[in-house]
């Protein structure tokens, strides 16, 4: 096998990529990141022993989270800033290793230095498949991929300069037990933690969001296009979209969002800027096409970039931990700094205005505080009858035809049924005029994948309101997409707050192994999708 990944959802034949990935990654990349993953490892090792004397280092626990990022799905495919990250490893596994010495206790990860060896060398013995047992590797990755999720809203919410110390420390403790000899029930233990962990760090970005940019509001945002040259930002990275929207300003070029970052227009601090234009295209997926009609810079503030075309090659950035072969990489900002977009800006200026792809609006804006504002009115409509049935439809989107899927459920779904969203699933539906329900529109999207919190809090909130003991009592259904890891750490955290019956799809995980989907299936009632009228009679149903 020159690899073997089988974390996302596109995984080669439903069961691992073991020649290229699906996404577009290379066997050299591929076996770079588990390397990294190993190395990652070893720190926690000894970062838990120095702990057992000291406070968890920040820059320890900020490191392992941006080494763990940068192995998700589609955030790097440059084998060379990965390989200087596993450097970067090796030189803080060594200076903790002189604070804490070696015992003769300590497992390889911590107290491998490359030695004789090389890293192609040594990639070829520490990937997924190092570890035999079948179930227990698949409860170890499903952890790991949660970790992952983790990880990725935890560095957003460390960029806007909010941290929390328990979420390094169960970073520490996650990254430790893959190297430890435990038990299935043990494991199961970590991957319920991994899910109480996400919620909290999904909260912790949550106010890392809202206490910088304001609370999201009911936004409608323009899908057409102007005639100014323009700068298409994707990705996640809300501080890029400001630092990009204050240096462009009176500078003539028009900023528009693509993907995951159509939720930046909710937030009140980015509405100040006139020439913050619209959205253009759709999720990430589709990238390769609308990236090139845009005639403009593009940057990848974060995951979701795909294999670059020669067709805007020369007009695409990436920022932060996203990294491609031959593309142009702006720096880190220094402390008390922004990122510099200049160069960006300056093509800018040199580009033809945006080919149009649509015209008209989308409503968006539907995070918790929102929605408790129109509680009253939603209250009343469950009350009335007018709504019959909530149905979560947030996570991912990706290139399966199988899809499909989840368009139809929202045109089969009865005219009396609302649609919560969150992540770049919502634009399987977004653009359908689906209509509204005494004033509330039949979809309602919190944002990005991280504003799934939203929704729990939404249903939370709902819970109380109607006077349940369970949140299973509500008329509430969860029919999720998922692609990558960021969705497993929503999975988990909805399983943490309780949540049961979730169906899952277009395909379940293929790190899941049979006995380890059985014990989900029965402890939490998770389901794959069927088909669109089998589901939604059975949602309707409240099954």
Same mark, same amino acid.
């Given at each position: 096998?020159?690899?073997?990944?089988?974390?996302?959802?596109?995984?080669?034949?439903?069961?691992?990529?073991? #020649?290229?990935?699906?996404?577009?990654?290379?066997?050299?990349?591929?076996?770079?990141?588990?390397?990294?993953?190993?190395?990652?490892?070893?720190? /926690?090792?000894?970062?838990?022993?120095a702990?057992?004397?000291?406070?968890?280092?920040?820059?320890?626990?900020?490191?392992?989270?941006?080494?763990?990022?940068?192995?998700?799905?589609?955030?790097?495919?440059?084998?060379?800033?990965?390989?200087?990250?596993?450097?970067?490893?090796?030189?803080?596994?060594?200076?903790?290793?002189?604070?804490?010495?070696?015992?003769?206790?300590?497992?390889?990860?911590?107290?491998?230095?490359?030695?004789?060896?090389?890293?192609?060398?040594?990639?070829?013995?520490?990937?997924?498949?190092?570890?035999?047992?079948?179930?227990?590797?698949?409860?170890?990755?499903?952890?790991?991929?949660?970790?992952?999720?983790?990880?990725?809203?935890?560095?957003?919410?460390?960029?806007?300069?909010?941290?929390?110390?328990?979420?390094?420390?169960?970073?520490?403790?996650?990254?430790?037990?893959?190297?430890?000899?435990?038990? #299935?029930?043990?494991?199961?233990?970590?991957?319920?933690?991994?899910?109480?962990?996400?919620?909290?760090t999904? /909260?912790?970005?949550?106010k /890392?969001?809202?206490?910088?940019?304001?609370?999201?509001?009911?936004?409608?945002?323009?899908?057409?296009?102007?005639?100014?040259?323009?700068?298409?930002?994707?990705?996640?990275?809300?501080?890029?979209?400001?630092?990009?929207?204050?240096?462009?300003?009176? #500078?003539?070029?028009?900023?528009?969002?693509?993907?995951?970052?159509?939720?930046?227009?909710?937030?009140?601090?980015?509405?100040?800027?006139?020439?913050?234009?619209?959205?253009?295209?759709?999720?990430?997926?589709?990238?390769?096409?609308?990236?090139?009609?845009?005639?403009?810079?593009?940057?990848?503030?974060?995951?979701?970039?795909?294999?670059?075309?020669?067709?805007?090659?020369?007009?695409?950035?990436?920022?932060?931990?996203?990294?491609?072969?031959?593309?142009?990489?702006?720096?880190?900002?220094?402390p008390?700094?922004?990122?510099?977009?200049?160069?960006?800006?300056?093509?800018?200026?040199?580009?033809?205005?945006?080919?149009?792809?649509?015209?008209?609006?989308?409503?968006?804006?539907?995070?918790?505080?929102?929605?408790?504002?129109?509680?009253?009115?939603?209250?009343?409509?469950?009350?009335?009858?007018?709504?019959?049935?909530?149905?979560?439809?947030a996570?991912?989107?990706?290139?399966?035809?199988?899809?499909?899927?989840?368009?139809e459920?929202?045109q089969?779904?009865?005219?009396?049924?609302?649609?919560?969203?969150?992540?770049?699933?919502?634009?399987?539906?977004?653009?359908?005029?689906?209509?509204?329900?005494?004033?509330?529109?039949?979809?309602?999207?919190?944002?990005?994948?991280?504003?799934?919190?939203?929704? #729990?809090?939404?249903?939370?909130k709902?819970?109380?309101?109607?006077?349940?003991?369970?949140?299973?009592?509500?008329?509430?259904?969860?029919?999720?997409?998922w692609?990558?890891?960021?969705?497993?750490?929503?999975?988990?955290?909805?399983l943490?707050?309780?949540?049961?019956?979730?169906?899952?799809?277009?395909t379940?995980?293929?790190?899941?192994?049979?006995?380890?989907?059985?014990?989900?299936?029965?402890?939490?009632?998770?389901?794959?999708?069927?088909?669109?009228?089998?589901d939604?009679?059975?949602?309707?149903?409240?099954?």
């Open positions: 096998m020159s690899m073997f990944c089988f974390q996302c959802q596109e995984t080669a034949k439903g069961t691992g990529c073991a #020649a290229k990935g699906v996404c577009g990654k290379q066997p050299t990349t591929s076996r770079l990141m588990d390397l990294l993953i190993f190395n990652l490892e070893g720190i /926690a090792v000894l970062e838990e022993k702990t057992a004397r000291r406070e968890i280092a920040p820059e320890v626990g900020r490191f392992l989270l941006e080494g763990l990022f940068t192995t998700i799905t589609n955030v790097s495919f440059d084998d060379a800033r990965i390989g200087a990250q596993v450097e970067r490893a090796l030189t803080l596994k060594k200076k903790l290793l002189d604070e804490v010495g070696n015992d003769g206790s300590l497992p390889e990860a911590a107290t491998w230095f490359g030695g004789p060896e090389t890293f192609a060398a040594k990639t070829e013995s520490v990937g997924i498949l190092a570890e035999a047992n079948e179930d227990i590797r698949s409860l170890k990755e499903l952890m790991m991929y949660g970790l992952k999720g983790i990880a990725a809203y935890g560095d957003h919410a460390a960029v806007l300069g909010f941290e929390d110390p328990a979420i390094y420390r169960f970073a520490v403790k996650a990254l430790a037990a893959m190297t430890k000899d435990l038990s #299935a029930d043990e494991l199961t233990g970590l991957v319920l933690q991994t899910g109480e962990v996400a919620v909290t999904m /909260a912790l970005l949550d /890392a969001n809202t206490s910088t940019y304001g609370q999201p509001e009911l936004t409608k945002v323009n899908i057409g296009v102007r005639s100014n040259p323009g700068i298409l930002i994707s990705g996640h990275d809300l501080r890029d979209m400001a630092e990009l929207l204050e240096q462009t300003a009176g #500078a003539g070029a028009d900023v528009y969002t693509h993907g995951e970052m159509l939720p930046a227009h909710y937030y009140p601090a980015f509405k100040k800027y006139p020439h913050f234009a619209g959205n253009y295209g759709n999720a990430w997926w589709k990238q390769d096409k609308e990236f090139a009609s845009f005639n403009g810079p593009i940057l990848m503030t974060t995951n979701c970039i795909t294999p670059v075309k020669e067709s805007y090659k020369e007009r695409i950035f990436t920022t932060g931990l996203v990294g491609y072969p031959g593309v142009k990489h702006i720096a880190d900002r220094k008390g700094g922004q990122k510099d977009f200049s160069e960006l800006i300056a093509l800018a200026k040199t580009c033809p205005a945006p080919t149009e792809l649509e015209q008209g609006e989308i409503v968006g804006g539907f995070a918790h505080q929102q929605v408790f504002a129109l509680a009253d009115k939603v209250v009343e409509a469950v009350k009335s009858g007018a709504i019959k049935r909530f149905v979560v439809m996570g991912c989107d990706g290139r399966m035809k199988s899809r499909e899927y989840f368009t459920v929202a089969e779904l009865p005219k009396d049924t609302v649609i919560l969203t969150a992540g770049c699933a919502k634009y399987r539906y977004n653009k359908l005029p689906l209509g509204d329900i005494g004033g509330i529109p039949r979809v309602l999207d919190a944002g990005q994948c991280n504003d799934s919190y939203s929704l #729990a809090v939404i249903a939370l709902l819970k109380e309101v109607f006077g349940l003991k369970d949140i299973n009592e509500l008329p509430l259904s969860f029919d999720i997409a692609y990558e890891q960021k969705a497993v750490a929503v999975l988990l955290a909805l943490h707050l309780g949540v049961k019956g979730i169906r899952l799809g277009p379940l995980p293929a790190f899941l192994s049979p006995n380890v989907a059985k014990v989900l299936v029965e402890k939490f009632d998770i389901k794959p999708t069927t088909t669109v009228k089998e939604v009679q059975a949602m309707m149903a409240g099954a």
